[in-house]
């Protein structure tokens, strides 16, 4: 059974959405690609800044 951790899972949900992110929201196939990285790079920094402010609110 595959049981990923937080940071996996969230590695996943990133490539998924911005997948179809990148698909639905471009026209051509260079622009999509951009998107989806940029896309990508907000959603796995966003989770690795969140998770450092939650770290400190805990405190």
Do not use: D, K, N
Not at 6 to 20: D, E, M, Q, R
Not at 29 to 47: E, H, I, K, T
């Amino acid at each position: 059974m595959f049981s990923p951790s937080h940071f996996t899972a969230v590695l996943l949900f990133g490539v998924f959405a911005s997948t179809v992110f990148g698909i639905t929201q471009r026209e051509t196939p260079q622009r999509m690609f951009r998107y989806g990285l940029y896309c990508f790079s907000l959603f796995v920094g966003s989770a690795i800044v969140l998770s450092w402010v939650m770290y400190f609110i805990a405190r």
